[in-house]
């Protein structure tokens, strides 16, 4: 029986417990050697959220997976991390003639029992990832506030530290920029009408050309 092997790996470091691309596909080697099975092909999706449905890789190895063959990979949530998407991938790869496999984890036949548990099994992924989101932003700004570089460019407000790079200082500019922004907010404007009175109020301090309704959002949503 001939199989394609497909590995995925979470775009956020240190986001997910979860083995790199490589290490996947050895133990997909080594179970497919076991079982028998010639590998045809390896696909490999690197710094790639299993929510995402639109993997070109993905729907690569799908379309390479042989009928009568074995789409490989390491654990089922490795395919999808949601259940739309999990059942997408069941029907095309079912659509096919071929079958999913997972070395670890995985609920065999397509008895009505068999489909309800993988299926119980996805949303408790879909549930995972949605939590390691909250943490990790939760995190990020917590990291922010205390003055913690994050990123390569520092959010608005802040400011790289000329001495220490890896520490942000708070713009005082842009603090009362800030504040003005959350003070028109709060009386019930909306972003676009915000971003027209900080554009005649303040517009020196807007980053960019001018003041926008997406910068006024985000800036929002973080001081929220």
């Known amino acids: 029986m001939q199989a394609v092997i497909y590995t995925r790996f979470s775009p956020r470091r240190n986001a997910e417990t ?27 999706d690197r710094d790639v ?18 009928k009568g063959g074995i789409l490989l990979v390491m654990k089922r949530d490795r395919l999808a991390r949601n259940v739309y998407l999990s059942e997408q991938i069941n029907r095309a790869v079912a659509s096919r003639g071929a079958t999913i496999e997972a070395v670890a984890g995985d609920v065999e036949g397509d ?13 408790i992924a879909e549930y995972e990832r949605k939590l390691i989101a909250r943490r990790t932003s939760f995190a990020m700004r917590q990291h922010q506030r205390t003055g913690r570089r994050m990123g390569r460019y520092s959010p608005y407000g802040w400011t790289l530290n000329p001495e220490d790079p890896t520490i942000m200082d708070r713009d005082p500019i842009e603090q009362v920029a800030i504040e003005r922004i959350i003070e028109l907010a709060t009386e019930g404007k909306t972003p676009y009408a915000v971003a027209r009175a900080m554009n005649e109020e303040m ?10 309704a997406r910068t006024i959002r985000k800036i929002v949503e973080r001081a929220r």
Request: glycine share 4%; net charge negative.
């Open 18 to 44: 979860s083995e790199s691309c490589e290490t996947q596909e050895a133990i997909c080697h080594n179970h497919a050697s076991r079982k028998g099975y010639e590998v045809v092909l390896v696909v490999h």
């Open 49 to 66: 959220s299993g929510k995402d449905e639109y993997r070109e890789n993905l729907w690569q190895a799908i379309e390479a997976t042989p």
């Open 111 to 123: 008895s009505d029992e068999a489909v309800m548990i993988r299926q119980v099994l996805a949303s």
């Open 203 to 212: 517009p020196e301090a807007a980053r960019g050309a001018s003041w926008n």
